[in-house]
């Protein structure tokens, strides 16, 4: 098992905390949030671990998740192998009762999955477009997509909520997407209108600040403190900064928009009116074009783009000048946020694969020496799971803060 994750969390700053004990209902609560909050965060511990991560007596927490069990929760399981002497304790993890129903609308697809406490995705579709998805008819295919699935919903799971991971500018206290420019949504409540059409709770973030969280609860950025995670999509490059182990999301959740980063002064004019942004510069649409790919296609990109790379010069020539478009952002960011980690999603990760020692070469070589010298860049170690598992966490926020509220949840359709 890797390092015990803390309960601290990037997106809820009282998430897995305790409150201020005024009672006995309320160390209660707080004891069934620190406990579970490990437990989802770790995926699974024994139970001497979360004695020994919380402080608190065997007993207690044998009552805590006991309570938890009851909830549905998690479920206790013997370890496979024991080689200690004396009694095995328990493998303590999430159960799959508790789900959120997570939506990642982009360019060319919309994605729809089922995700589990412990950042598990259950299940996850993808659907194809042939135009830019209005707000309206992602609203329809997310009705369409419970009211089919809503017998096995009812019948396995509680439905905590929504949470919808976009590409673009998201209001943090309501949710309203401000501007998504490759969407075309300007001002789109999407958030009240999925609540009213599904009776759940709905959330709305950017879908980069979704990946950073996923990223640093459970993949790469896992034990760092000063994480920044790039995502490229079809809808563009988005960022998401962690520092000091708290989310960087500015005055009203707009911060992080480094795919506007200005790369080439000489370059193309971007959706938002500058010139030569990163996001104009460094496009998946390039790569494909060049691999003579579709959009349908995105799944053998990889494959296709480190073979290729070896072999033909237009390919080189097309990955190098990303390379180095991307590089120069790298440089700006490690100077103006000194990260530990850098890490690089969707098609980022692919240029990662290809030029990671290039990159690193870049960083070293080019931005400041003390913000360069421990920096790593890495893929993403979640894939493309990480903006589903980031998003689901807006939903299981409620939960974590206090266990006992997580009642099962009709769904409408």
Known sequence: MSTLAETRHPIDSNAGHSPRVGNLDDLRRSNLSTVLSLVHANRALSRSEITKATG???????????????????????????????????????????????????????????????????????????????????????????????????????????????PGLVRVHDGLVKLAPHLEWVDEPIVETLAARTGLPVFAGNDANAGVVAEALFGAGRDQDNVVYLNGGASGIG??????????????????????????????????????????????????????LSEDDVDTLEARLGEAYADSRDVRTVVDRQLRYLGVALRNIVNTFNPELVILGGFLATLHRVGGLYLEDTVRSSALSGPSDDVTIVASALGRDNLLIGAAELAFAAVLRDPSSAAPRAVAG
């Open 56 to 166: 608190l007596n065997r007993s207690t927490v044998a009552t805590i998740v006991v309570e938890l069990e009851e909830l549905g929760l998690v479920s206790a399981t013997q370890p496979r192998e024991h080689k200690r002497i004396g009694r095995p304790s328990s493998v303590i993890a999430p159960t799959d009762r508790v789900v959120a129903i997570v939506v990642n609308p982009e360019l060319d697809a919309t994605t729809i999955g089922v995700v589990a406490l412990g950042g598990r995705v259950l299940r996850s579709v993808r659907f194809q477009t042939d135009r830019v998805p209005s707000a309206t008819e992602v609203v329809n295919a997310v009705t369409a997509v419970l009211s089919g699935m809503r017998p096995q919903l009812d019948a396995d799971h509680s439905v905590v909520g929504i949470s919808l991971a976009i």
């Open 239 to 292: 960022a998401g900064i962690i520092a000091g182990r708290r989310s960087l999301i500015g005055a009203h959740g707009y911060g992080g928009e480094l795919g506007h980063t200005v790369v080439n002064s000489s370059g193309v004019m971007c959706h938002c009116g500058a010139t030569g942004c990163l996001e104009t510069e460094v496009t998946r649409s390039a790569l494909l074009h060049v691999l003579e």
